[in-house]
């Protein structure tokens, strides 16, 4: 059986193109090649991220940003916004980190409400926020206008917002949005193979950052400033991937950013129609689904992980069956990176022949 194409929500189908891109012969990254290689990078990553600051590359999955950033930012006590497996992770990661944490949690499916975050930041003392913008797991995209502007009304009150599953697929807006830390790791909105995240810092947050003891070395901000400064990284980068990343860059700005997101928003209503048509539900709320991907909740009596394993073995396209403890009680359908109405069309026939 050879590899199926992969319609789960990340990692995602990586194209021939990107792959032979990253086949470049390597290079030093204490050199001139790899200083000009860096630069190529920030203009596409800058539009897409919606800041002028420089962007970083670190060698990791996006967790070790989500992390990092933690512990370069946060003082005392971290409020984590919940509502899928990635947030409530998050809240987990702060914990172990050694900080006081809290949540607003809503029940997964469910969106963060502007509201419920003032109402928790006015209780006081916190002076970090995490927020996931599209809960990768549920398929809700988060109100990251709303959200922020809450954030920014508490004085010295740092916002950092994973974008791993929306980045490129809509406007993130860093700094209109006033975003303090925005990352996301390439293998899912951006459709490069997984170990590498990309994240930007504000003003605000790399003051705080300098004023924080134990960064640590690794996902150091002030480390990845230094380096940025003269086009380069604190260590060895996963050269292969950057070269795969101007790749994607250089199809990003071939397509233009504005019908990129049309594309998304397209395919993804494709899938919503699809689903309409078969009586699946969808796990978000209308008006705060993501573009980049569907979370339907599987139907009683309907046999999933049958259906799952059939469209596997019989037309080679892998869709994912649900996360964490919502794991067979929904099921997932990404639309991320290179997906075109064609290619989701070919994955709507093969269900359709399936579901008869
Ligand atoms: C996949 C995902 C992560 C985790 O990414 P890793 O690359 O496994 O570290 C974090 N946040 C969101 C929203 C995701 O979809």
């Not at 002028?52 to 992390?67: D, I, N, Q």
């Not at 172990?96 to 809503?106: I, Y």
């Not at 926020?129 to 004085?155: C, M, Q, R, W, Y």
């Not at 928003?265 to 539900?281: L, S």
Request: charged content about 20%.
């Amino acid at each position: 059986m050879s590899t199926p194409k992969l319609f789960s929500p990340g990692p995602v189908d990586v194209s021939k193109e990107t792959f032979a891109a990253m086949c470049h012969p390597m290079i030093g990254h204490r050199g001139s090649d790899f200083e000009v290689l860096y630069a190529s990078l920030q203009p596409g990553l800058q539009e897409i991220f919606g800041t002028a600051r420089p962007v970083f590359l670190s060698t990791s999955s996006a967790w070790g940003v989500m992390e990092g950033a933690l512990r370069n930012l946060a003082r005392k006590k971290v409020l984590c916004l919940c509502c899928g497996a990635f947030s409530d992770k998050w809240l987990d990661v702060a914990k172990k980190c050694g900080f006081e944490a809290d949540s607003v949690q809503v029940a997964w499916g469910e969106e963060i409400s502007p509201e419920a975050v003032h109402a928790k930041l006015a209780e006081g003392g916190f002076d970090t926020v995490t927020l996931i913008h599209s809960e990768t797991s549920t398929g809700v995209l988060n109100d990251l206008a709303g959200i922020s502007k809450v954030v920014k009304s508490f004085p010295d009150t740092m916002l950092i917002v994973d974008t791993v599953s929306s980045l490129s697929t809509v406007p993130v807006d860093m700094d209109a949005n006033c975003i303090d830390v925005m990352l996301a790791g390439v293998q899912k909105a951006l459709a490069l193979p997984p170990g590498l995240a990309v994240f930007a810092v504000s003003a605000a947050g790399m003051e705080r950052a300098k004023g924080t003891a134990n960064r640590g070395y690794y996902f150091d901000f002030i480390e990845f400033a230094k380096n940025a400064a003269v086009n380069n990284t604190p260590s060895t980068p996963a050269i292969s991937l950057l070269y795969g990343l101007q790749q994607i860059l250089g199809e990003i700005a071939k397509e233009g950013f504005g019908p990129r997101q049309q594309r998304h928003a397209k395919t993804n209503a494709m899938i919503a129609t699809w689903g309409a048509k078969h009586g699946f539900e969808m796990f978000a709320p209308a008006g705060r689904r993501s573009s980049a991907l569907t979370c339907f909740k599987t139907p009683d009596g309907f046999d999933l992980s049958a259906f799952i394993k059939n469209l596997k073995n019989q037309y080679g396209f892998l869709i994912n069956g649900g996360y964490g403890k919502i794991k067979g009680s929904t099921f997932r359908i990404s639309n991320m990176g290179n997906e075109t109405e064609a290619t989701m069309q070919e994955l709507i026939d093969a269900m359709d022949t399936l579901l008869g």
